[in-house]
């Protein structure tokens, strides 16, 4: 009986480990960019994907056939969602300026398209996961592309080769 | 453009740079997880021990003072004689 349990929790560890190794490189990723930080030097990514796995970890035998990297994913979302709250309050209209492409969205935008374009989860799921309307999740996800592809000429940051023309 | 090559656009632009797993990831992940979850023991525990000691103060306290027993009279006088 004790020799069935150790081995348990020997498979349980394996198995784990393997989890981590295969997730974490795209989670980190994820993670990075929703925080919107740069990509070498992303202190809030790595904790909250640390916290996010450790989440998981503490779940992985409640987890019964489910997806570890979708249950891994929805921590890190919660987790993000959660402490954006406080970080940036209600609206999100706090802008963190870093290297990364996606600065310049909020963070609600910011998870929304993580979360449909990057990791391609569907728009009724993105919505459940983040307690909001369907048709809500859409415009949000429209508004960050189009901010994205077209950014606005007011906000965008001074480029080295453009020089305004002495009048 | 097209709706389609619009998100492949925005694709390209997130799937850029991917960052550096740290090295002693797997270690802290462990570290923290099992905290939860030896936490999460405790707290069990503690619930249950919560929950019987409720319970046995409440036998006991039935026990002493039976609520179910019909306190005696005392508003009819005694009868003292016939």
Redesign the interface.
């Known amino acids: 009986m004790r020799e069935r349990h150790a081995s348990q929790v020997g498979r349980r560890?394996r198995e784990?480990?393997a989890f981590?190794?295969g997730a974490?490189?795209r989670l980190?990723?994820a993670a990075?960019?929703l925080t919107a930080e740069a990509?070498?030097d992303?202190p809030r990514?790595?904790r909250l994907?640390?916290?996010a796995?450790?989440?998981?970890?503490?779940s992985?035998d409640r987890l019964r056939g489910e997806d570890p990297y979708a249950r891994a994913r929805q921590h890190l979302a919660a987790r993000f969602a959660h402490g954006a709250w406080h970080r940036y309050g209600l609206l999100g209209r706090h802008h963190p300026d870093s290297g990364s492409?996606?600065a310049r969205l909020s963070p609600q935008e910011r998870l929304i398209?993580?979360l449909r374009?990057?990791e391609g989860v569907a728009e009724e799921q993105t919505a459940a996961l983040l307690g909001l309307p369907s048709e809500r999740v859409q415009g949000i996800y429209a508004r960050a592309?189009a901010t994205?592809?077209h950014p606005p000429r007011s906000a965008a940051p001074a480029v080295p080769g453009a020089r305004t023309v002495p009048s | 453009m097209k709706p389609h090559e619009r998100e492949a656009a925005v694709r390209r632009m997130l799937e850029r740079t991917p960052p550096q797993v740290p090295p002693g990831l797997h270690t802290e992940v462990v570290r923290r997880g099992g905290r939860m979850l030896r936490r999460r023991t405790v707290a069990r525990r503690l619930m249950w021990l919560a929950l019987l000691a409720a319970t046995l103060a409440f036998v006991i306290w039935a026990w002493t003072a039976r609520p179910w027993v019909e306190p005696p009279s005392t508003t009819t006088p005694p009868v003292s004689k016939w």
Do not use: D, K, S
């Not at chain 1, 796995?53 to 503490?58: G, H, S």
């Open positions: 560890a784990f480990e981590v190794a974490a490189g980190l990723h990075t960019l990509p070498a992303n990514a790595r994907l640390t916290l796995l450790a989440q998981t970890y503490a992985w492409v996606l398209l993580v374009l990057y592309m994205l592809l």
